[in-house]
């Protein structure tokens, strides 16, 4: 299926690894050009390489909230538009709640939450300003369904990163702005390098899923071009839980 991807253009956060980099991969094969984005300079640096110049490698903290703001305008200068970004760039540590402190806290919602947040505005912004369509497709988590024990924070960013997403999606469907959020479970990722490590630990957590294995990453390109493309164009507001069923069991 031909998604009419030549020549758009996207930003993806958290794009060095993990399900940010199978995106980045996804859009590229589609014809994309990507403003890939994450704190790894070498690893973007190895990416942009190997993809060519669809791809702009971009480091960038998610906690400067300036610097996530700006990817919008480094995509119009080096590509010379923008139609998506993708909030992928997220942290979990894990801990007991009552131990984790204040500062912890906040910096898990601030690079979960309010990063996404502001890389949403300002490409909200754009577009309006130009009066052009866009699409913003946040990826969010299972945990954002159902929270998760030790993920008290990152359970919480991640809900309200499910709510913003249908917030956002309300206020800007009149200007043709398309705002949806994926909810992966368990994917192949360093994420869970510690799960896949052990055999009875990595049992146990396949026991959970009624698919009885983990995703991989590449499995959730598809879903990301689709949702940059046009062919979504009366897709606003949605969540897409990808997870092997385990949420559905619950």
Known sequence: MDLGLNGHVTVVTGASRGLGEAAVRALVAEGAKVVAAARSAAALAALAEELGDAVAAVPCDMLDRAAVANLVDTAIARFGRLDSVVNNAGIAPASKFVDQTDEAFDEVLAV??????????????????????????????TSALKGKALLAAYSASKGGLLRLTEALASEWARYGIRVNVIAPGAFETEAQAAVMADPDTLAARLRKIPARR???????????????????????????????????KL
């Open 112 to 141: 979960n939450l309010a990063a996404p947040a502001a890389l949403a505005r300002r490409a909200a912004s754009h577009w309006i300003d130009a009066g052009q369509p866009g699409s913003v497709i946040n990826v969010a988590s």
């Open 214 to 248: 983990m995703g991989r990453p590449e499995e959730l390109g598809p879903l990301v071009c689709y949702l940059a493309s046009a062919a979504s164009e009366f897709v606003t507001g949605s969540c897409f839980v990808v997870d092997g069923g385990e949420v559905s």
